[in-house]
């Protein structure tokens, strides 16, 4: 079983930066694929993005590209989400997930471990 706890969340003003960073525990492997995906109130909860164990390669949803840097952190079997330039439709509720493997999917069935979610506000 792998364990992931997120931290971070919280409210900022449209323009600003969030960053969120999960923590993988148990048994884990660096070879896990790492991802984040997020649910906005009545909405389905979608990708946003992934990096593999190696630190790789990375998959970004069209809609973050150029605003959302996810990395591998400096602790062992920790991943970060840098936001920046945060727009009120990035509000929802953001998830760290992981898979064994090493490719990315942009599924949520792809992913066999999530963790409880954090609230990310962004106000217009």
């Known amino acids: 079983q792998v364990q992931l706890v997120e931290s971070g969340g919280g409210f900022v003003q449209a323009g600003g930066s969030l960053r969120l960073s999960c923590a993988a525990s148990?048994?884990?492997?660096?070879?896990?694929?790492m991802g984040w995906f997020r649910q906005a109130p009545g909405k389905e909860r979608e990708f946003v993005v992934a990096i593999t164990g190696s630190g790789g390669i990375t998959n970004y949803a069209d809609s973050v590209k150029g605003r959302f840097t996810i990395s591998k952190g400096s602790v062992k079997n920790t991943v970060s989400l840098q936001m920046n330039s945060l727009k009120p439709e990035d509000t929802a509720v953001y998830y760290c997930a992981a898979r064994d493997s090493r490719w990315i999917s942009l599924q949520q069935s792809g992913y066999d471990y999530w963790g409880q979610g954090t609230q990310v506000t962004v106000s217009s």
């Open positions: 148990g048994r884990t492997a660096s070879s896990y694929t």
